[in-house]
């Protein structure tokens, strides 16, 4: 019995120690949750990513309560410098970057979220998935900026979150200075890669529920370390995405 026991204690420590090397050395996010509860893409004013009749749209807009806490997708970098914070028809924006298991990178869009005392959105810094990076802004609230003349936290109308992916990483002037390129719609160089008719624009932007989908299936049991066993199969050193 004291053999047994000790076999297995020994199996657990090989295991945690493998799984922390392996962690360590895993630079990219090995899987991506929703932003937000009850998260239904469109369920504010129909828009889906790649609508609209007039404009396409580079994200989806989910409707959700004033305050409700809006999570980061995924492991990753805030972009700061002026790029996460108050923007006009915006409210507060999040933008986080984020490195694949590939070595690409992708960054994610957070729209509409409050500047009220208390509930104020985290501008910089790292982050983790799941982390609490805001909160659903009000309608009729105060501008987040004074330049925003009849504006208030969701720009336009109801209480939403503008949820959006854009790959590539974020871009960057000659100085290495962020550079705003994360609009609600299609214009200034920006557009969707497909829109909601299955037209192509070749645009960076893509819709960040079948992002997140797909990115979770092909990563949800590969063989991380290629030693010819997986994450269903027991290998700790598989990071498990499912």
Known sequence: MKIRKRFWFLVFFFCVASDKSFAEESEGVDSFDYPIDNFQPGSYAGRVFGCCSTRRHLGQDIKAEPLTPVRAVGDGEIVGKGISGAHCSYGMVVIIEHTLLDGSAITSIYGHMSNRAGYKP?????????????????????????????????????????????????????????????????????????????????????????????????????????????????????????
């Open 122 to 242: 985290t501008l910089s810094g790292a982050v983790k998935k799941g982390d609490v990076i805001g909160y659903v802004g009000h309608s009729g609230g105060k501008p987040p900026k004074t330049s925003c003349v009849d504006d208030d936290e969701n720009g336009d109308g109801g209480q939403h979150l503008h949820f959006g992916i854009r790959k590539e990483v974020a871009p960057k002037d000659k100085n290495g200075n962020p550079i705003w390129k994360y609009f609600g719609y299609a214009g200034y160089g920006e557009d969707v890669d497909i829109d909601a008719q299955g037209t192509s624009h070749g645009g960076k932007f893509t819709d960040g529920k079948k992002f997140i989908d797909a990115y979770n299936k092909r990563y949800e049991d590969i063989d991380q370390d290629n030693d010819g066993f997986l994450a269903s199969q027991g290998d700790c050193n598989d990071q498990d995405a499912s």
